[in-house]
């Protein structure tokens, strides 16, 4: 389990468990046989420990309530573009909320069970043959939807991808880099988790690599125009020309 720290927190932490009896062994702490590795940005809890963590959370500073948005499956030649928001008052989860980035496939399957659990959690998906319009456009409403389902909880962040003047006249507060934010980060897991859960279901690689591409091609050849798109966004370049080839009968 990994915990989110901000500055000077990590510091601060571990004077405090050495105080309440955490053992020094080498460059990490120990606490009832869990070994906890301390770094500037992260605690990291070499157990799944959720009542040690809570246990740790109860030093921190808590964090205030607030909603967030993140997308996964943008720039992924397969699959629905989906995005999440969560509202996050529970400080555990706001200390596990990282950024999906950071996370093995494994870690945000497990972590996004954790947040739809614990939080307010909405999931919005436009499913590949249905994305003809502008990737950004599309993004716009997904997470004015979200924003909208959480009821306009405030304050609510949504990592910058473009049309900062709408998202802000909206009432939505556009961050760049946004997963530092918590609600953010968290969103981030549960669109990813839902993502790769799309993925695994129609045996399809994430991606937009020269294997992605050439799966496109066989779908294409073997099964036709309307196959791809039921499975590749419509609005890939890829896709298009793929699908003028097979409305020209060039496969």
Known sequence: MVLRLYAGE???LEKILLQEGAQKKGGNLVIDGVTLSLYKRK???????????????????PIKPHGGSDEAGKGDLFGPLVVAGTFLENQLAMRLAIDSKELSNGAVEKLAQFFKSKCHVVIEQVL?????????AVLLKLHLNVYEELDHCEPFYVDDFGPTVQLRSRGLVPIYRGEVIPAVAAASVVARATFLNWLKEHNLPAGSSREAQQVAVNIASEQGCSALRNVAKANFSLVRRLCVADEQNLF
């Not at 157990?47 to 030093?59: K, T």
């Open 10 to 12: 990590a510091e601060k």
């Open 43 to 61: 605690l990291v809890i070499n157990a799944e420990d959720h009542a040690l963590a809570r246990y740790i959370v109860g030093f921190l500073t």
């Open 128 to 136: 590949p043959h249905e994305l003809t319009l502008n990737m950004n």
